[in-house]
C-alpha cells in the first residue's frame, strides 16, 4: 500500500450474515492512540511548558526520568508552574503542532469501516481538543487530563473509567475499561508513558520511547513511522479478527 490507505472493498449485497459479522468484529475493535508524539510529531505539552513554563519544569522532568515521579505527578506538577491563559495555550499550539502523515486518511478510515478510535493521553484536554477541533476531527472521543486555569497555576486532574481521580495508571485503566468492554485493543504509541498499557493491548504498534522498550523487554510489536503503516497493520488485524469477509 502505498500513498494512501485501502479501505475494503465489500460485495455489492453481501449476504445478511456476512454483513452482521463485519459489524460485530467492527464494533469490537479500537484503536486506542496516544497523542503527543504519536499522533503529532512533537510533544506539545513539552512546547507549552518551554513557552510558559519557568525553569524549574525540568527539574521535575528529571525526576520523571529517573523514575521518580508517574507522568500523571509530573504533569500535574509542572502544569501547576505554568501561568497562561486558556486562549493564549489554545494560539500557541494551533501554530505549532505538525501531525504526523496520513493522520488525516486514517481517522477517515477508521470512521468508514466503523473502527472506534479514542485518544488515551496524559496530555491535557485544553490543546488536544483545540487542536483536533481545528482540524475537523471533535467526534474522536478523547480521554486525557482536565485543567482549570487559576491564579495559582493550572490545575490538572485524571479521572479514571470509573469516575475516580488518578495520579497514576490513567492510559492503562482506559486499557483495561476497553477490553472489560470485550473489545480486541490495539495501542498505538511512543513513550516511556505508553508501557503499561501497551502490555495489557492485545495488539501494539510503537515508535521511539514506546518501541524502544517494547524491544528491550522482548514483547511483541509493529513498528510505524507514520499512520500509513498504522492503517496498515489495523487492517491486517480487521481481516484476522473476521472483519474482511
Not at 101 to 109: L, P, S, T, Y
Not at 208 to 216: D, F, P, V, Y
Request: proline share 3%; charged share 25%; hydrophobic share 40%.
Amino acid at each position: 500500500m502505498t500513498g494512501s490507505i485501502q479501505f475494503v472493498q465489500r460485495p455489492a449485497n453481501p449476504a445478511p450474515e456476512q454483513n452482521k459479522q463485519a459489524e460485530e468484529h467492527a464494533e469490537l475493535l479500537i484503536v486506542q492512540s496516544d497523542f503527543d508524539g504519536t499522533i503529532t510529531t512533537s510533544n506539545i505539552g513539552d512546547a507549552i511548558k518551554e513557552a510558559f513554563g519557568p525553569e524549574g519544569w525540568t527539574d521535575l522532568e528529571a525526576e520523571y526520568q529517573a523514575g521518580n515521579l508517574t507522568a500523571e505527578q509530573n504533569t500535574i506538577r509542572q502544569f501547576a508552574m505554568i501561568d497562561a491563559a486558556q486562549e493564549d495555550i489554545e494560539e500557541l499550539v494551533k501554530g505549532e503542532v505538525v501531525m504526523r502523515f496520513m493522520f488525516d486518511e486514517f481517522v477517515h478510515h477508521c470512521h468508514g469501516v466503523g473502527i472506534r478510535l479514542d485518544v488515551v493521553s496524559s496530555g491535557l484536554h485544553t490543546y488536544i481538543d483545540a487542536i483536533l477541533n481545528m482540524l475537523l476531527f471533535d467526534h474522536i472521543q478523547v480521554h486525557a487530563g482536565q485543567s482549570e486555569f487559576t491564579s495559582e497555576g493550572i490545575q490538572v486532574t485524571y479521572t479514571g473509567p470509573d469516575g475516580q481521580n488518578l495520579d497514576s495508571g490513567f492510559k492503562a485503566a482506559w486499557t483495561d475499561q476497553f477490553k472489560s468492554e470485550g473489545r480486541t485493543v490495539v495501542y498505538v504509541g511512543d513513550g516511556r508513558s505508553d508501557l503499561e498499557a501497551a502490555k495489557r493491548a492485545d495488539h501494539v504498534i510503537a515508535t521511539s520511547g514506546l518501541a524502544e522498550e517494547m524491544t528491550r523487554l522482548g514483547l511483541p510489536f509493529h513498528p510505524f513511522e507514520n499512520f500509513e503503516h498504522v492503517g496498515e497493520r489495523v487492517e491486517e488485524i480487521r481481516a484476522e479478527l473476521g472483519g474482511e469477509n
